[in-house]
């Protein structure tokens, strides 16, 4: 059974930065895209950014994400990244890891970090 496992989250002051990373282990592992999203209380999961885990490195970006946060990785540790730079407030959140191992959306998810953006 494949498992994702985020870490990285923690409380951070507006304009500073963090980097989230997710590890996978467990079974046999294969996968088109490696993602990362967010879910405020009582939303819905948004997508954050992804980036081909096979084949290549060709990433994704929300428009919230782009130029602040940058997704990359790591197949020999089986590991994503996530770095934010200039956070807001508006960041504050939930942060999840997930993989689409067969093009039709993510089939399996991290349990998340928490990320607070505060003063």
């Known amino acids: 059974q494949v498992q994702l496992v985020e870490s990285g989250g923690g409380l951070v002051q507006p304009g500073g930065s963090l980097r989230l990373s997710c590890v996978i282990s467990?079974?046999?592992?294969?996968?088109?895209?490696m993602g990362w999203y967010r879910q405020a209380p009582g939303a819905g999961r948004e997508f954050v950014a992804a980036?081909?885990?096979?084949?290549?490195?060709?990433?994704y970006y929300a428009d919230s994400a782009k130029g602040r946060f940058t997704i990359s990785k790591d197949n020999a540790k089986y590991t994503v990244y996530l770095h934010m730079n200039s956070l807001v407030p508006g960041d504050t959140t939930v942060y999840y890891c997930?993989?689409?191992?067969?093009?039709?959306?993510?089939?399996?998810w991290g349990k998340g970090t928490q990320v607070t953006v505060s003063s």
């Open positions: 467990g079974g046999t592992f294969s996968a088109y895209d």
């Open positions: 980036i081909n885990w096979s084949g290549g490195s060709t990433t």
């Open positions: 997930a993989v689409d191992s067969t093009l039709g959306g993510p089939d399996n």
